[in-house]
């Protein structure tokens, strides 16, 4: 976490001069600067083909009636039951195997929910070492590094965490060594033994709030296109295209905005993407969020996402599915950051780096300068499995339209772009990673909001941020009713 104060980016040379430097995960503020997944169902191709033998069959008892003067009443009745016992047990096993993810819990059918509920939970909770009790009611698991979620993944089980990756190369001198509690799990002081990760243990309520087991931890389907046709969500972005990009890092000032109802959230994050904008849409995604639904809270909260088909059937958010595999032991994922900034106040941010190990072409993930929190293995991919095609920054909200209103859930800070540091969010020292794995700064920045009279987003260049952007604001207002 770095503390910002008021480094303004079009500050002059001589102002510059009168600043203290950028310094990662430090708690002391300077008055004018920074201290800065699928089941196993019975295969289509299968039924297919017995469907096939089946007409084929009916076609010859068919052809046999009319050369015996059997009636085709008899062998059409006869053709039926053969399919009905032999087509109905794999349908069985397969809508057996499908129904429990795809069960909307019932209200009425407490015994159900819970039943199902609790089959869930004894997959993604896994067995800790110890469990830290942190003051946002949050229970952290300390989980053995090899028993994750992750390792339920076919292709991984029975295998261990890698050793980290070889860091991209950059001008700018980082301190590995460098680390700061900015999560309130962590400022008690206790933290999760070496050989085990820190899982925030998932509660019944917290999968009640999905209207399903398939939904719970997952976005859902909706296009990342930026335009008015987004669905009900809306974004501010900066992004770059047209080039191979191998990974990307920003320093991502973190608020507390408004989220009005449970089913809305706020977020800012950063997008690594590839494939099309359609069914074959790759994205590895990382930021903060607040999301009533999927925590119960209006914390904002250090979280993580992928999918490899544009949401539907893959992915899920932080560990809530085999995917990410977690190599750290201080961070969690999906608890609560503090402290955070406020208007006019203390301003606070977290850097994120993700990148291609040019070795084993897996993603990783950095939080700050050099501490690493773990990586997407590469055959979770498609299009990802080589570079991606689109780097984006910047917020997103969901606009449910309660009462036919727009929402007034707040993006970033929830404030506009034109009321600058302090006021408004932004998104700094926004780089790329190129084909040497060297991080390099962005080239060609593009900026859009989908409805700019409700969240706004204004970019910049300078030499102490770099390529920057302010952006967000408040959502209903007398221009964006």
């Not at 261990?160 to 799990?185: C, D, I, V, Y």
Request: proline share 5%.
């Amino acid at each position: 976490m770095d503390l910002v104060g008021v480094v303004l980016p079009l500050a002059s040379s001589s102002e510059e001069n009168n600043c203290c430097s950028l310094h990662h995960y430090t708690t002391r503020q300077c008055r004018c600067c920074t201290t800065t997944q699928q089941g196993g169902q019975i295969e289509e191709e299968e039924l297919q083909e017995e469907e096939t033998r089946n007409h084929n069959s009916t076609t010859i008892h068919v052809m046999a009636s009319s050369y015996s003067k059997i009636s085709p009443i008899i062998s059409i009745f006869v053709f039926f039951l053969f399919f009905i016992f032999s087509v109905c047990p794999a349908l069985s096993l397969e809508t057996q195997q499908f129904n429990l993810a795809n069960q909307t819990f019932k209200p009425s059918d407490d015994v159900h929910n819970t039943k199902i509920i609790k089959s869930h939970l004894r997959k993604i909770n896994k067995p800790s070492l110890k469990t830290i009790q942190s003051s946002d009611g949050d229970l952290i698991d300390c989980v053995l590094s090899h028993q994750q979620p992750a390792f339920d993944h076919p292709q991984l089980k029975g295998q261990k965490p890698l050793e980290p990756a070889e860091r991209p190369k950059s001008g700018h001198k980082t301190n590995s060594m460098e680390f700061e509690n900015f999560q309130l799990w962590s400022m008690s002081g206790e933290t999760c033994p070496e050989g085990t990760i820190p899982v925030r243990r998932t509660k019944e309520q917290d999968i009640l709030r999905a209207s399903s087991i398939r939904r719970f931890g997952r976005k859902l389907r909706r296009p990342v296109r930026r335009d008015t046709t987004s669905n009900g969500h809306e974004h501010a972005v900066g992004y770059v295209t047209g080039d191979q990009y191998y990974g990307a890092k920003a320093s991502i000032n973190v608020w507390a905005p408004k989220v009005t109802n449970q089913y809305e959230f706020s977020l800012s994050q950063m997008w690594v993407i590839s494939g099309s904008f359609g069914d074959d849409l790759n994205t590895i995604e990382a930021g903060w969020q607040v999301s009533p639904e999927l925590y119960g809270d209006n914390y904002p909260r250090f979280f993580t996402y992928w999918t490899s088909d544009a949401y539907q059937a893959t992915g899920c958010y932080n560990l809530l599915c085999s995917g990410f595999v977690q190599t750290n032991n201080k961070i969690a994922i999906g608890a609560a950051i503090s402290p955070t900034s406020s208007y006019n106040g203390g301003q606070y941010d977290i850097s994120i780096m993700i990148w291609k190990d040019p070795k084993h072409g897996h993603w990783w993930l950095e939080f700050g300068s050099g501490v690493l929190v773990g990586y997407w293995p590469s055959f979770l991919f498609t299009h990802l499995r080589g570079s991606a095609s689109m780097i984006q920054f910047g917020g997103e909200i969901v606009n449910s339209r309660g009462n036919g209103f727009h929402t007034s859930t707040q993006m970033g800070s929830g404030h506009f772009a034109g009321e600058g540091f302090g006021k408004a969010s932004y998104f700094r020292n926004l780089q790329v990673v190129d084909w040497d794995n060297s991080l390099i700064p962005l080239s060609n920045l593009k900026v859009l909001a989908d409805h700019s009279n409700c969240y706004d987003i204004q970019g910049g260049i300078n030499r102490v941020w770099g390529n920057y952007f302010y952006y967000g604001g408040p959502g209903r207002n007398q221009r964006c009713p």
